[in-house]
């Protein structure tokens, strides 16, 4: 038999349906491959029982012919999802041990569908971070590395163990979350997609939260369609959510390879920031020419205020995780380091539970949130939030889709950012406008950097018009026929 | 406005994190870096803007005032690093 892991997920759907293979057999294979793969410490928890239990189900169903959109397919988990029985830790050492009673509404749906849990992916603590490096179970290696190089590459962040998996073939497809592009530019350092829908799409309840106003489940998968077949599954109204958004979910793999005559693409002056590297632009140039060449029209669009997205998000982002964060005292869950009171047990577990990075965040958050600040930052954020949103809302009467980079440079090595929190929060000066005006976004491997790394296009649609999302993806990802792999390394 | 160290403990202990007096003058550099970056927002003019209450605009759904869940002591205090009789154990709090 072939290596059944070099199928994508509609590939692998397709054949479990023609009874090619077993879901058991395709889960066996991805259970082998995540143990030959632990230089890259994509997974922390690997469910290996449950997902073989899982599949022999899925092959029964299979076999009469049933089964969901899913059926049998084996994915990877953010450890942000909680898993009921199984460990789920937000890779935060204050979450030691918690094994949630209850299942999150995105992972329900999946097993709805049929799908095979592999296991839980690491990510930075708390979905917190750019590059993966502030879990507390070590930083994720990329597979990929630079031309003629061997050090270790970052998968970026926060989604860093679901982009890693991914494109070294650990699992069909990963679920991930997007607060303020941690689902975008992982797959865009890692050549694979991955789309934040819109705030709302997808049910928020049971995902350990980071910034309840910013949060957004989303898939990073190989190719637009498996992103498609994802999102679908994960998608959908949820009572236990109230912001998520009670409307029909779409066959979105209906959307692919539909024309785009006629269709406007906004082309963002803002984005062409200083400093940065030639072969971004250059690469931002060939989407521009690939999408008129596939018959859309090229717009030039102002988002004036988008400078000021990033320093509103280190407003709002902390603000939001400072009073999220509350709820870990030592009491209900986790870590307890016992004091000589409640509050010194309460300040002891704390400092001993959370990173710096979490610390700081907390830290900026509650600062913010004092008394006599709150209207000098958290109000005058959610304010200019607003007149980003406006931008959006002004760009959009003038086209249908923008198309940006994704993040301002390929990935970097592990280490080369952690000194410098501000430099590190720069990653997401492309994706973070897009969480604080609520839009869906999508990243497309488009092409890799000189030194042989993938980098990405980002296309931002209107709220809930994901379809065309998925429609221009498809057309860029024809276009740009990214079929690079890294080569394989880490295989012990 | 930039914090000092004093600032820093009095942060810290309003967020129940326990910081050494020898982490305070590194916190506050890193705090006063942030908060200087984020400062940039001065320059914009929001006099009159709503501010974002919502990311998307809908409105919020009612649900009948109904117990939906129960009975779940078990289930919920399972994971506490102390429970007795279905109860969280903490330290004294009330002398």
């Known amino acids: ?492 | 406005m930039s914090v000092d160290q004093n600032t820093v403990r009095h942060i810290a202990r309003l967020a129940r994190i326990a910081v050494r007096d020898d982490e305070l003058p590194a916190l506050a550099g890193e705090l006063n870096t942030i908060l200087d970056w984020v400062e940039q927002l001065g320059e914009v003019d929001t006099k009159g803007v709503e501010p974002m209450t919502s990311a998307v605009a809908m409105s919020m759904k009612m649900r009948d005032d109904v117990v939906t869940a129960g009975n779940l002591q078990k289930e919920v205090t399972e994971n506490a690093p102390r429970a007795e009789d279905g109860f969280y154990v903490v330290p004294r709090v009330v002398e």
């Open chain 1, 1 to 492: 038999m072939t290596d059944l892991t070099k199928l994508t997920l509609a590939g692998a759907r397709d054949a479990l349906k023609k009874k090619e293979f077993t879901s058991l057999e395709l889960t066996d294979a991805y259970l082998g491959a995540i143990e030959g793969a632990a230089a890259l410490n994509a997974y922390v928890t690997v469910t290996g029982d449950e997902a073989r239990e899982m599949a022999k189900a899925s092959d029964l169903k299979l076999g009469k012919g049933q089964g969901g959109a899913l059926e049998g397919l084996p994915l990877g988990i953010k450890d942000l999802f909680a898993t009921k029985g199984v460990l789920t830790t937000a890779c935060s050492h204050i979450l030691d041990g918690f094994k949630p009673p209850y299942e999150s509404q995105v992972t329900s749906n999946l097993w709805r569908d049929g799908a095979v849990m592999l296991g839980k992916l690491n990510n930075d603590e708390f979905a917190m971070g750019s590059s993966n490096e502030t879990s507390f179970y070590g930083p994720v290696v990329n597979p990929w590395r630079r031309k003629g190089e061997e050090t270790k590459i970052v998968p970026g962040g926060s989604s860093g163990g679901s982009s890693s998996a991914v494109a070294a073939k650990l699992c069909l497809a990963a679920t991930a979350t997007d607060t303020g592009g941690s689902i975008r530019q992982p797959a865009a350092f890692t050549g694979t997609v991955g789309i934040k829908p819109t705030y709302g799409r997808c049910s928020r309840w049971g995902i350990v939260a980071f910034a309840s106003s910013l949060d957004q489940a989303g898939p990073i998968a190989r190719d637009v369609r498996d992103a498609a077949i994802m999102l679908r599954s994960m998608a959908g109204y949820d009572d236990k959510d109230s912001t998520s958004v009670d409307r029909p979910v779409p066959d979105y793999e209906a959307a692919l390879g539909q024309s785009l005559k006629g269709l406007r693409v906004g082309i963002p002056k803002e984005y062409r920031v200083d400093g940065m590297p030639a072969e971004i632009d250059a690469l931002w140039q060939k989407g521009i020419d690939w999408l008129k060449a596939a018959g859309a029209e090229i717009v030039d669009v102002s988002l004036p205020h988008t400078k000021y997205a990033l320093p509103t998000y280190y407003i709002v982002a902390p603000a939001e995780c400072s009073s999220n964060l509350a709820r870990y005292d030592g009491v209900r869950y986790g870590l307890r380091v016992e004091g000589k009171d409640i509050t010194d047990m309460y300040e002891k577990t704390r400092a001993a539970g959370f990173g710096a990075e979490v610390r700081r965040r907390v830290l900026i958050g509650t600062y913010v949130l004092s008394a006599g600040y709150y209207d000098a930052y958290y109000l005058k954020a959610q304010q200019v939030r607003t007149l980003i949103a406006r931008d959006f809302a002004e760009a959009y009467t003038k086209c249908d889709v923008l198309l940006t980079p994704t993040a301002p440079s390929a990935a970097f090595g592990i280490g080369e950012k952690t000194a410098d929190p501000l430099s590190m929060y720069l990653n997401d000066v492309f994706t973070v406008t897009v969480n604080l005006a609520g839009l869906p976004g999508i990243s497309v491997p488009a092409g890799l950097s000189s030194d042989g790394l993938p980098l990405g296009l980002q296309l931002i649609g209107k709220t809930f018009d994901e379809e065309t999302l998925f429609r221009v993806a498809y057309a860029l990802e024809e276009a740009a026929q990214f079929k690079a792999e890294p080569a394989v390394w880490w295989r012990a």
